[in-house]
């Protein structure tokens, strides 16, 4: 029981970290705007794509492989539509007031 819960705890984790690389490179293009606003949907995109390779069957050493790819496209499409929707709906007007003011 224990062995199965850090198995699971350091496959989402990997997860996890896979799914950071899509984030920051789409952040490090768009010169960190609406980064923190993309970092949810980055991490949820990831494990949730990653999850979807042991549910369809792939259970064995290529499902591991598979699930880091999933994890890695699942986090770029998120995030992507994070970024479209931060742009699309103008939610850097709206978080305005939360940002630091220059001096």
């Given at each position: 029981m224990l062995f199965d819960a850090i198995f699971l705890f350091l496959f989402v984790a990997t997860w996890l970290l896979?799914?950071?690389?899509?984030?920051?490179?789409?952040?490090?293009?768009r010169r960190a705007r609406g980064s923190i606003w993309a970092a949810p949907f980055a991490a949820l995109g990831g494990v949730g794509g990653a999850v979807l390779v042991p549910v369809a069957g792939l259970t064995n050493e290529l499902?591991?492989?598979?699930?880091?790819?999933?994890?890695?496209?699942?986090s770029?499409?998120?995030?992507?539509?994070?970024?479209?929707?931060?742009?699309?709906?103008?939610?850097?007007?709206?978080?305005?007031?939360?940002?630091?003011?220059?001096?």
């Open positions: 896979i799914s950071s690389l899509s984030w920051i490179a789409l952040s490090l293009r499902g591991v492989g598979v699930s880091m790819i999933a994890a890695l496209a699942g770029a499409c998120t995030c992507w539509l994070g970024f479209y929707c931060w742009d699309r709906f103008g939610l850097d007007r709206r978080f305005a007031g939360l940002a630091r003011r220059r001096r």
